[in-house]
């Protein structure tokens, strides 16, 4: 079990473009035994990174999750080099892991891009936040969160413990603080069904959910920020919707996430500072939802986003009935 971040997305060499991860995948935000798919995203651009020269910065990882992953199996990274030019490389990484039966499966494919770092910018721009989040000084990091509202009788001592079993993972490598503005931060990621936001009422579609967060520990390498942030990145977008329809994983009879797109701005991210993530789900239907995570630095330029699809299937009657 990995206790750091750069544990979690390290990767050794087995030749030129084959490598394992070195620790096995954590699970998070799901009852049964399958990887977090951000330990996934993490590790595939670490060993993509690792086949570049060190002046390309990652500007982009996109690819598609074909099936789930075990906690019990290291995963392998086969990477083809497609693209290099005095400006840009292109890596397409294939991730597989040896299942039970000996046999291995692949579990996702991404083609991570990178460029050599520009010089000048004709134009530099962002969009801000939807919402006015408070400060990360003023937000309370998960634990005090999750300890004020069992001490207001809002969540009972057992539902916090299920929460805190979810989504330990994200806590052994993160600080995290909720922004009392959003909606997850208040519903424990819509786990407290019954507990009111300060955006009930609103259009799903107008919800917002933000945090603030850094890496509790230091990073080796500046491409290892980019693994970890991807790593971050792909959490809570595939449960979203759920979560700002004060609805939980036992609601659905499927979700997970199908694909992603991984976007990066900034060429000197720092994982270890303060950084503040929105979220918020734009469409669903024909069984898939499409939701979006935005970042922004502390002193507000944005630095990178996530966008997924995710499969959200409603929940079988028989089932729904023997719960």
């Given at each position: ?7 979690q ?142 001490s ?15 989504f ?6 993160f ?22 936001t ?13 945090d ?14 980019y693994?970890?942030l991807g ?10 919707p ?10 659905a ?71």
């Open positions: 079990m990995a206790s750091t971040l750069q544990q997305i390290s990767v050794e060499k087995l030749s030129s473009d084959l490598f394992t991860s070195c620790f096995n995948p954590g699970r998070m935000g799901n009852t049964k035994n399958i990887a977090y798919g951000g330990c996934a995203v993490g590790v595939g651009i670490e060993a993509a990174s690792q086949t570049v020269s060190p002046n390309y910065v990652l500007y982009s990882a996109m690819g598609n999750y074909l099936g789930p992953a075990i906690t019990e199996r290291k995963l392998m990274c086969s990477i083809r080099r497609v693209r290099d030019t005095r400006t840009f490389a292109t890596r397409v990484v294939e991730i597989g892991q040896e299942q039970h039966d000996g046999v291995t499966r692949l579990c996702m494919i991404m083609v991570v891009d990178f460029q050599v770092k520009e010089k000048d910018s004709l134009l530099v721009y962002s969009a801000t936040p939807q919402t006015r989040y408070s400060p990360v000084e003023k937000c309370l990091d998960t634990s005090e969160t999750i300890r004020g509202m069992v207001k009788g809002e969540v009972t001592e057992e539902l916090a413990e299920v929460f805190r079993v979810q330990d993972l994200l806590g052994r490598f600080e995290c603080r909720g922004t009392p503005e959003g909606v997850i931060s208040n519903n424990l990621n819509g786990l407290a069904k019954g507990t009111k300060p955006q009930d009422g609103m259009d799903l579609t107008s919800k917002t959910s933000a603030w967060f850094r890496c509790s520990h230091p990073l080796e390498m500046r491409c290892s920020h693994a970890g790593f971050i990145m792909d959490g809570a977008l595939s449960f979203l759920l979560a700002h329809n004060a609805m939980f994983l036992d609601d009879g499927a979700c997970s996430s199908l694909e992603f797109a991984f976007r990066l701005f900034d060429t000197d991210l720092d994982l270890t500072r303060w950084h503040l993530r929105e979220m918020k789900t734009v469409t669903g239907g024909n069984g898939r939802t499409y939701s979006e995570s935005r970042l922004w630095d502390s002193e507000g330029n944005m630095v990178a986003n996530m966008t997924q699809q995710s499969i959200l299937r409603p929940l079988n009657h028989k089932r729904k009935a023997a719960l």
